[in-house]
């Protein structure tokens, strides 16, 4: 078995996102890895925002983007506090795409050891079993991918 020296969380600022990141936190302190929490801010909503931008001139499109940023950085503080996680070594990374993409891009770049992720996130789509973006990580993903369920177990 691979030794676990850093641990990637994907974190949609869901409900469900504490579970996992509680879950990665434990997981961590156990086998002594470092966390990467990851954001994706969805290139659709940007993409929206922008055409907004276009029909309304005053709407201050990089300043409204620079406060999501920031109110997600703040986001990932508040993460790892709830968790307890002051004693792991922890990065964390925004990214801006389609979700899937860029947590398959962040693992080229950062070269975790494994996945964790919740089971179900922010999409609109309904999915009884399991979030799309999820789905396309556990086909996708070229490490393992441990799954957190609703009630903040592993599946």
Request: proline letters at 4%; glycine letters at 6%.
């Amino acid at each position: 078995m691979k030794t676990l020296n850093k641990i990637m969380v994907a974190v949609d600022f869901s409900k469900y996102s504490l579970s996992a990141v509680q879950y990665a936190v434990h997981l961590a302190e156990d086998v002594g890895a470092d966390l990467l929490l990851v954001n994706v801010i969805n290139e659709r909503d940007l993409n929206m925002l922008k055409r907004v931008a276009q029909e309304a001139p005053n709407f201050p499109f990089e300043t409204y983007l620079e406060e999501m940023q920031q109110g997600r950085e703040d986001g990932f503080q508040k993460l790892i506090k709830n968790a307890g996680g002051e004693g792991v070594k922890v990065r964390s990374v925004i990214r801006i795409g389609v979700p899937y993409q860029e947590l398959l891009n962040a693992i080229e770049d950062k070269k975790p050891d494994l996945l964790i992720m919740a089971t179900k996130g922010r999409s609109n789509l309904v999915d009884t079993i399991i979030g799309s973006c999820a789905q396309k990580m556990f086909r996708r993903s070229p490490i393992p991918v441990l799954s957190i369920r609703s009630d903040g177990t592993a599946a």
